[in-house]
């Protein structure tokens, strides 16, 4: 009970301070005095005398009836004297009343029945002295204090819409005059005392808080930016009274000072001076995240290990971001120029800094990461007021305004000299990666080699970092990127061809002319086909050159098509993206535009001679190799099964149905290594080489294959077969295709069905155009009217006639008199028809005899060793 007794006392003595202290009395400090008594519990209850407190309270007495008995005011009606004395108490509590609007469970809602409550205390205006405007003003700086408190938007919007009422609200000029000179408040900012009325010291106050976030509006609105617009809106609306003055208030105690400010609210001078507060915030606020950036930005450095001046510009650009998204758009209603400012402001900060790196400096890391986050920052910098214009209706930024960092002249010889540094890594490291390649697929499903992916991998990488310098280039820049790369696929490309041999060393050395003659007895001594070593150096290729891993080099080419054809395209788009294209609307820095900007056509023409060269040198590769994949299964690996084996001794003792389940198993072998891109071509190559290793058997069989008349029909059947096998029941070879291949074999079969004398006539009739000797020719380069082919068949025929014609003719020794042992030797030792090549041609027309004679003559002249033919 004493408690409650001594708090309620000491609540009384300060509404009496609080009445006292508006009114000029002469005993004000001894009153003073004697209210510090009353609040004191140990002076009062204990110190004091009964008689002693009764004095205090006398004189307390006297003073309050002397506030009482003051004339009252006749400009409101129904008021009472006792207001007069004690505004500032009134208004205190008409304050207090005001706060009864919101509810104690949730202080950011309005009660439901706010309406009614505000009508009810409207009752105590005539007591307590208040007007309609102070009304206003007050329930709106309520409003104002229950937001900062809860952060509540839709007080927010109450307090703007009471501020907005005060502004624009025509109120009963008697009653508000009397009311100003009846109070009057004393604001200090800055140093500075200024007399206000009540609804201006409100405003103030508003006015004051609103300033003090919104020089800084980077601080204080960068996650809860709804609250931006309008605080800008309520901040410029109780502010303007500055008019031109930035942020010192010089307000006279004088009504009229306030009553100009509600004169020029439709004015344009309100427009310049909100125009001007908004720049200033624009600039403190700029000012005060740039310095708060700087000072952090060397502990972020070490932090992170990157140049505090590539850190400080991503920061910078990211306060242009928030600018340009957040808060321009908002400023920019009443500071269309508030994006200008705000560029100007950053290139300008970070160009003092930047001045002195750019001075010095050299290609390193440091230096690429700082001119590339330099340009970005610039390059944002222009473009974000112009674009900011174009919505707003204002002229565009002038480049002119601004000292330009100069990036693309300074970054030119640094991003030439990366490029010749990244061409020895990328030569270094496709070499590593050819030499420790095995030409083993990756997996079933990637059947490359691992180097040609590690390779590709290097150039986009490099392609990748060249264009994430994000640095200006031009078309030189490009023609060194292209070059690097051509080089390292290029190296790549000759370093697999390097592997290879030539697939002539692969056929066997053609065993000796001879003429078919039974024998009835053997002969004990008989004649050996001579042959010479392969080069050592073909020797070892040959054994690193399995069908296996020429398939393997075969799918390497093929992933090496589809990755240049990506990398083409990766490499296009990037330098379009890297061009003014995106941004032709926006300005650029000066020289950017001419240094980015090519004729296209010289851009073209520059990725055709690249791309298309190594197009056609992979290209060529794989043809290269498809020939050898055919010609290395036919006449290297299936040499002794097929070459040697069929055919000899007699036809239907050595068919070729005997070979077809070992060259079929060969056909599926292959078909699952091989990409299915490169199936039909690997296939048509062991096709062609099969057909032609046919024929090779047909002419150059050597002395064990003769063919009766009765035999043709069991090799044409056997052809038959073999086309079919590449057919495969229309599932392999188009038959078309495979028919034009088999063209020559069909032909070669209808010269030994024809009688002798015909095919002697055909090769005396081929001997009027012979130009070139008797050289063996390959698959495509034979022909019936050929002599070479026409010898050989009379050489390879079961019959007297070409026998006698052979040996009166050409004195060719009988098949009998040698042992028909293969060689593996691709290369004969005395070719036959190397000396005859460098003769002149010998005709056999209406001189035919002598023609005959001369053609007899070369040709023995050759024959003092074995007859064969390279």
């Not at 006297?62 to 007069?84: E, F, H, R, T």
């Not at 209808?750 to 390959?778: K, N, P, Q, W």
Request: hydrophobic share 40%; net charge negative; with cysteine.
């Amino acid at each position: 009970m004493y408690r409650s007794y001594t708090q309620w006392r000491k609540r009384q003595a300060n509404v009496l301070e609080e009445l006292f202290s508006s009114v000029s009395y002469p005993e004000m400090q001894e009153l003073g005095i004697l209210l510090d008594k009353i609040r004191n519990p140990e002076e009062w209850n204990i110190i004091m005398t009964p008689a002693e407190r009764s004095e205090v309270l006398l004189a307390i007495r006297q003073v309050a009836s002397l506030l009482s008995s003051m004339q009252g005011s006749s400009s409101i009606q129904g008021g009472s004297s006792y207001w007069n004395a004690g505004y500032h108490l009134n208004i205190r509590l008409y304050e207090k009343l005001l706060f009864g609007v919101f509810d104690i469970l949730d202080e950011g809602q309005l009660i439901e029945e706010h309406a009614e409550y505000l009508k009810l205390i409207k009752l105590t205006w005539a007591t307590l002295g208040i007007t309609q405007k102070m009304h206003d003003a007050l329930y709106g700086w309520v409003l104002f204090q229950q937001f900062i408190e809860t952060e509540e938007m839709l007080l927010l919007d109450q307090a703007n819409l009471q501020v907005q009422k005060v502004l624009s609200a025509n109120y009963d000029k008697g009653n508000e005059d009397h009311c100003k000179d009846n109070l009057m408040c004393m604001v200090v900012y800055n140093g500075t005392e200024t007399r206000l009325s009540l609804v201006q010291a409100i405003f103030r106050s508003i006015n004051v808080w609103c300033d003090r976030r919104l020089q800084d509006y980077h601080l204080h609105f960068s996650e809860k930016s709804s609250f931006f617009q309008r605080l800008v809106s309520m901040g410029l609306a109780v502010g303007t009274d500055n008019s031109g003055t930035g942020n010192k208030v010089k307000v006279g105690p004088s009504a009229k000072s306030f009553d100009f400010l509600f004169q020029l609210i439709n004015s344009d001078a309100i427009g310049e001076t909100a125009a001007f507060r908004v720049r200033v915030y624009v600039e403190r606020s700029v000012e005060a995240a740039c310095k708060r950036v700087e000072d952090a930005i060397n502990l972020i450095s070490k932090l992170e290990g990157k140049h505090p001046l590539a850190l400080l510009a991503s920061e910078l650009r990211m306060i242009n971001e928030r600018e340009r998204s957040l808060y321009s758009p908002v400023l920019c209603q009443w500071c269309p120029d508030a994006g200008m400012v705000v560029s100007r402001h950053l290139h300008q900060f970070y160009g003092k800094r930047l001045k002195p790196f750019l001075d010095d400096i050299s290609l390193s890391e440091d230096a690429i990461s700082v001119l590339s986050a330099a340009h970005h920052l610039e390059l944002d910098l222009i473009r974000s007021p112009n674009s900011e214009d174009e919505e707003n209706g204002v002229g565009s930024f002038s480049i002119n305004e601004i000292d330009f960092y100069q990036i693309h002249k300074i970054s030119r010889p640094i991003v030439l000299d990366w490029l010749i540094s990244q061409h020895e890594r990328m030569l270094e490291w496709t070499g590593r990666a050819f030499h420790l390649e095995v030409w083993e697929p990756l997996s079933n499903q990637q059947k490359q080699a691992a180097s040609v992916v590690e390779v590709f991998r290097i150039v986009e990488e490099t392609v990748d970092q060249l264009f994430r310098l994000s640095l200006p280039m031009d078309i030189s820049h490009l023609q060194a990127l292209l070059s690097i790369n051509f080089h390292a696929l290029d190296g790549y490309l000759l370093k697999l061809v390097s592997q290879l041999v030539e697939k002539h060393h692969l056929y066997p050395a053609a065993p000796p002319l001879t003429r078919y003659k039974e024998t009835m007895f053997p002969i004990v001594k008989k004649k050996v086909v001579e042959s010479v070593l392969l080069d050592e150096e073909v020797d070892e290729k040959l054994r690193g050159l399995t069908v296996n891993k020429l398939c393997v080099r075969l799918n390497t080419l093929q992933y090496m098509q589809k990755q240049i054809n990506i990398l083409e395209d990766g490499i296009k788009k990037s330098w379009a993206s890297m061009g003014p294209g995106n941004s032709r609307d926006c300005k650029e820095p000066p020289g950017t535009t001419d240094f980015i900007l090519t004729d296209s056509e010289s851009v073209d023409e520059l990725f055709v001679a690249t791309f298309d060269s190594i197009r056609d040198s992979v290209a060529d590769a794989i043809r290269k190799i498809c020939d050898l994949v055919g010609t290395k299964i036919i006449f290297w690996d299936l040499r002794d099964s097929f070459l040697f084996r069929l055919y000899h001794g007699t036809v239907e003792g050595a068919r070729l149905e005997n070979l077809l389940p070992q060259l079929d198993s060969i056909l599926n072998h292959v078909c699952g290594l091989i990409d299915d891109a490169l199936r039909d071509m690997v296939v048509a190559s062991i096709c062609r080489a099969a057909l032609e290793g046919y024929v090779w058997v047909l002419l150059d069989g050597g002395p064990s294959c003769a063919f009766s008349d009765s035999d043709i029909t069991m090799m044409e059947d056997d052809l038959n077969m073999l086309k079919d096998l590449f057919v495969a029941d229309g599932e392999g070879l188009p038959r078309s295709l495979v028919e034009v291949e088999s063209k020559l074999a069909h032909q070669i079969l209808s010269l030994f069905s024809l009688d002798a004398e015909s095919v002697i006539h055909m090769l005396m009739m081929a001997s009027e155009y012979l130009s070139t000797g008797f050289e063996l020719r390959i698959s495509g380069q034979r022909s019936l009217d050929d002599a070479n082919t026409l010898i050989r068949v009379l050489c390879h025929k079961k019959d007297r006639e070409a026998s006698k014609f052979l040996k009166l003719q050409y004195h060719l020794p009988a098949s009998s008199d040698y042992i028909d042992t293969p060689s593996f030797e691709p290369t004969p030792k005395s070719p036959i028809g190397a000396e005859f090549l460098k003769s002149a041609s010998a005709r056999w027309g209406e001189k035919g005899n002598s023609s005959f004679r001369l053609l007899k003559k070369r040709f023995q002249e050759v024959q003092g060793g074995s007859f064969r033919w390279s």
